[in-house]
C-alpha cells in the first residue's frame, strides 16, 4: 500500500543545506495501523507531507497503490489525494464559513458524489455531533473541531488516513475520545493509516511504531493490535 524507498528531504537555511530526512526506506501493508514517533525536528510531519503529495522530496521514492508519486505534477497530485488520501490536521482546517456537515460534505461534493449530503450526515452521526451538524467552526469546542475533521477524512473511504497530530491541541480527556473515534472508523472502514503523534497513549494503541531521530528510522516496532 505506502512504499518508500531511500527518502531525502533536504532544505536550504542561511546558505547551509540542512538535511531533514536521510535516506528512509520502509512499506506500510494494506489496513495497518502505524506511529510515526520521535523527538521534535526529527522529521516527522515532513515525511508525512511527502506521503500526502504535499511537498516533493529531494531523491528518493514514494509509491502509494502501487503508483510512483514523486515527480507528479499538482494537478495528478491533488486528483489523487481526492481519490485516495484523508487527512488530519493538528490544527483542524476546517472551512470557517461552512457548517459542520458542508465541511464533511465538501470532499464529497468535490468527487461528484450526489449523496454527499446523507454519507456527511452519517459521519457526523458516527462522532457524536449530528446534533450540532448547523454549527460554524467557530460555534463548536477544539474537541468537536476535530470530530469533524475525523469525519471529513473518511468522507471518501480513503484507502490511505493520514493524521498529524490528530490529538495535539486537545485535552487528555478529549484527545482519548478522539483517538476511540479515529481507530474505531478506521478499522471499521479499513482503511491504511499512518499518524504522527507526540501522544505515547495514541502510539501505545497502534499495530506498529516507527521512530525517527535526526532524520533517520531508529526503530521500527512491530506490536500487537
Keep these: 500500500m505506502i512504499r518508500v524507498d531511500q527518502l531525502t528531504m ?24 502505524v506511529a510515526i514517533v520521535g523527538p ?11 506521503l500526502a503529495g504535499l511537498d516533493t522530496p ?10 510512483e508519486i514523486t515527480a507528479w505534477t499538482e494537478y495528478q497530485l491533488a486528483h489523487f489525494r481526492r481519490q485516495n488520501i484523508g487527512y488530519i ?19 464529497l461534493e468535490l468527487s461528484g458524489d450526489m449523496s454527499a449530503d446523507t454519507r456527511a450526515q452519517e459521519l457526523l452521526e458516527a462522532v ?9 467552526p467557530s460555534q463548536l469546542s477544539g474537541g468537536e473541531q476535530q470530530r469533524v475533521a475525523v469525519a471529513r477524512a473518511f468522507a471518501c473511504r480513503p484507502p490511505i488516513l493520514l493524521a498529524d497530530e490528530p490529538t495535539g491541541n486537545l485535552d487528555s480527556a478529549t484527545g482519548q475520545m478522539v ?13 491504511t493509516l499512518v499518524l504522527v503523534t507526540h501522544d505515547s497513549t495514541l502510539a501505545e494503541r497502534t499495530e506498529r511504531i516507527i521512530t525517527l531521530h535526526d532524520g533517520m528510522i531508529a526503530s521500527d516496532q512491530s506490536r500487537a493490535s
Design 10 to 33: 533536504q532544505l536550504q537555511a542561511g546558505g547551509h543545506v540542512v538535511s531533514i530526512l536521510k535516506g528512509l526506506t520502509f512499506e506500510v501493508p494494506q489496513k495497518q495501523i
Design 40 to 50: 521534535s525536528g526529527s522529521g516527522k510531519s515532513t515525511l508525512l507531507g511527502l
Design 58 to 67: 529531494t531523491s528518493g521514492s514514494i509509491q502509494l497503490n502501487g503508483q
Design 89 to 107: 490536521f493538528q490544527s483542524f482546517h476546517l472551512i470557517p464559513t461552512l457548517t459542520a456537515l458542508e465541511n464533511v460534505a465538501l470532499p
Design 128 to 136: 457524536g455531533l449530528q446534533d450540532r451538524q448547523g454549527h460554524y
Design 179 to 191: 483517538i476511540d473515534l479515529l481507530l474505531n472508523l478506521n478499522r471499521d472502514q479499513g482503511s
